[in-house]
Structures are given as structure tokens and as C-alpha cells.
């Protein structure tokens, strides 16, 4: 019978999915039950998800992932806090609804920032607050780091958030979700590409300065949105040494293996045709996770959990990348180690042996 993959790790690190609430019944739900003691949402507790319109929260569809993970015994991470994507424009908007960037008189400007500083408190305090007992890791601020050298912003994304408060956001969100989180909250700072020399020397700058400032931070989720041939293994070995020689821990929060380089050709528009591909390419992908797993494993003393973003092929935003890329308006991408109809694919071999 077929290992599971959490028992496979179990000594080592939890393993986690992302998932929309219609995962939760039928086949997917089985699977998620069998072979992972993680999930996290994929959507459903962004900010624009959470809190749609300032003051109204909407818990509907985040509690029932909660549920599903209380009623299952499996860690939750929450995903995420504060971000630049996927949040509502109110946010952002003074109180006679203009847009605070527009604003250039210094003593208004200050207002704003106080004002947003004042509503990253409510969100983080409201949802903290209500799931701290639930939550095992917290992504508190999400892809706060520029992907290239940045002196003019500290190698800072030039988000809203940064052009309207500096890093005063990133403090405020760490802070308040420490405040009513408690001492046990494991509070995280989430990025992609935290492998690549500049981004990752961008964000370690970062995670230092602010730990010299005392902020409360316990660790790096990394993404992990990789491709068969990159990064190279030395590039993510590097990034986790860096990270723990802080003193941090490190989470893999959105691993997916995609068939594709960037920007993604789309090459494939079906599923048979990846499978009856020349170049065997589920073969390569699954070397590529035996290699990766193999460094986890090595390094499992300074990594907590590795978390697919997803479940199986049948559901990917890679999708949604490979087609918008690609010439005819199709393409499929096949990213996990369960096939779209949750049959083993040879990556899930390999990271069992
Ligand atoms: C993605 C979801 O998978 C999509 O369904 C949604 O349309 C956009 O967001 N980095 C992140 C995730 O931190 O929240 C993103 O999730 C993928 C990239």
C-alpha cells in the first residue's frame, strides 16, 4: 500500500497543501486527510477575502478550513496577513475617500499613515484574535522584498503600503499579531524567490534590521515556486543556512514544481500530452523533487514544514500562468505528485523512497 507522505516525514517536518473550501469533501478531501497534517488557504483569508469592506469581516469560508483542520488534527497556517495583492482598495483610501498616495501636503500625509497603520492594527488584532488557538504559523506580511537591488527603497518592494509608511507596516503587523497572538504565535515573513542572490540578500537585510529593532519575527516562509532547473540546489541550500544563522526558523509555504521556465511557454495544453511527452518531462520532475527533498531532509533541524500549493494537477494557478502565456490560449501545467485524478505520479516515488 502507498506510504503516506506526512507518516513519510514525520520525523522530519509537517506536510501541507494549499486549498479552496470546495477541497473539502469528496476525493480531495480524502487525499488531504491521508497524506498531509497541513493546510493552509490558497484565497479565502487574503485581506480582500477577510475584510471586504473596512469594519465588515467575513469569516464564512476561513472558518471552514479551520474546521476542517480542527475536525481532521492538522496544523493550519494562516496565509496571510498583510500583503500588496489580493487587498481591498479601502485600505489605502483617506477619510474623505481619496486615494492617500495623491496627497502632498506633509501633515495630511502623516494623518494617512496613521490612519493606515491604524487599520493594519484592526485587521491583524480582529483576525489574530479570533483564530490565535487554531493557528500554528502565521505569514504576517507577505512579498515585502523588491526582486532586484533597490538602494532608493532599501531593496523593499515599492508597494503602497512601503511608499505610504516605509517599513513601519511590516513593525505594526509583526507587533500587533505578537500583542494578541501571545509568546506561542510563530510569526512569519513570506516572499518568492528568496533563493536568488539579490532578493535574498534584499529580504535577510531586512529580517535582521528589524530583529536588531526588536520586532517579532520567528522565522522565513519560502515559497518555493521553482521549475525543474531552478534554482539550483545550492542557491536554496544557501538561502535556509542564511536565514537559520538569524536564529530563524524556515517553512517552504507554496511549493509547486512547474514544467515550465519564466515566463511559462505553455507548451503543453493537455494532460496526455505531458504525460506522452518526448522528453519525459514527469521523469525529470521527478528528479528534480527527489533532489529537493533529499536537501529538506538534510536540513529538516532548521525547517518546520513544507507545504504544496495545492493538492494534485487537476487544480493548479499554474494554469492560469501556463494560458496566459502561451500563443493559443491553452496551456496545462502539472506541478504536484498527484496526477490530475490523484494517481501517484513518479515525483511522488520519488520523495518517498
Ligand atoms: C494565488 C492563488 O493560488 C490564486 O488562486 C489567486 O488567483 C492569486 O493568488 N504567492 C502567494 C499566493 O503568496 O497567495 C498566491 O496565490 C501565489 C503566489
Redesign the pocket.
Known amino acids: 500500500a502507498p506510504v503516506e507522505l506526512d507518516e513519510r516525514y514525520d520525523d522530519s517536518f509537517n506536510i501541507g497543501a494549499?486549498v479552496?473550501p470546495y477541497q473539502l469533501k469528496g476525493k480531495s478531501a480524502q487525499v488531504l486527510k491521508k497524506h498531509y497534517n497541513s493546510i493552509v488557504a490558497?484565497?479565502v483569508m487574503?485581506p480582500i477575502n477577510i475584510q471586504p469592506e473596512e469594519g465588515k469581516f467575513n469569516f464564512e469560508e476561513a472558518d471552514k478550513i479551520v474546521k476542517f483542520a480542527e475536525e481532521n488534527d492538522m496544523d493550519l497556517r494562516f496565509?496571510?496577513l498583510i500583503?500588496h495583492?489580493?487587498v481591498p482598495d479601502w485600505f489605502f483610501l483617506d477619510k474623505e475617500g481619496k486615494p492617500m498616495v495623491d496627497e502632498t501636503d506633509p501633515e495630511k500625509r502623516e494623518e494617512n499613515k496613521q490612519l493606515l497603520l491604524e487599520r493594519v492594527r484592526t485587521h491583524v488584532k480582529t483576525v489574530v484574535t479570533r483564530y490565535k488557538d487554531v493557528v500554528d504559523s502565521w505569514?504576517v506580511v507577505?512579498?515585502a522584498v523588491a526582486d532586484v537591488a533597490s538602494p532608493e527603497t532599501d531593496g523593499l518592494r515599492d508597494s503602497t503600503w512601503y511608499q505610504l509608511t516605509g517599513t513601519d507596516y511590516i513593525k505594526v503587523a509583526f507587533e500587533t499579531a505578537r500583542e494578541y497572538g501571545g509568546e506561542d504565535a510563530n510569526l512569519y515573513i513570506?516572499d518568492?524567490n528568496t533563493e536568488v542572490s539579490q532578493k535574498r540578500e534584499n529580504l535577510y537585510n531586512l529580517v535582521k534590521g528589524l530583529l536588531a529593532e526588536g520586532v517579532p519575527i520567528d522565522g522565513v516562509g519560502h515559497?518555493a515556486?521553482v521549475q525543474i532547473g531552478w534554482p539550483s540546489i545550492d542557491d536554496i541550500r544557501t538561502s535556509f543556512e542564511m536565514f537559520s544563522s538569524l536564529g530563524l526558523d524556515n517553512q517552504v509555504?507554496?511549493l509547486d514544481v512547474s514544467l515550465y521556465g519564466w515566463p511559462p511557454s505553455g507548451k503543453y495544453n493537455t494532460y496526455e500530452e505531458i504525460v506522452n511527452s518526448e522528453e519525459n518531462i514527469l521523469e525529470a520532475q521527478a528528479d528534480r523533487y527527489d533532489q529537493l527533498f533529499n536537501l529538506y531532509e538534510e536540513l529538516d533541524a532548521d525547517i518546520s514544514s513544507v507545504t504544496f500549493?495545492?493538492i494534485a494537477d487537476n487544480h493548479?494557478?499554474l494554469d492560469?500562468r501556463a494560458t496566459q502565456y502561451s500563443d493559443d490560449g491553452l496551456g496545462k501545467d502539472a506541478p504536484f505528485v498527484f496526477d490530475p485524478n490523484y494517481k501517484l505520479k513518479p515525483a511522488y516515488w520519488a520523495i518517498i523512497d
Open positions: 494549499a479552496e490558497e484565497n487574503k496565509h496571510t500583503w495583492s489580493q505569514d507577505n512579498e513570506n518568492y515559497q515556486h509555504t507554496e500549493w495545492g493548479t494557478w492560469d
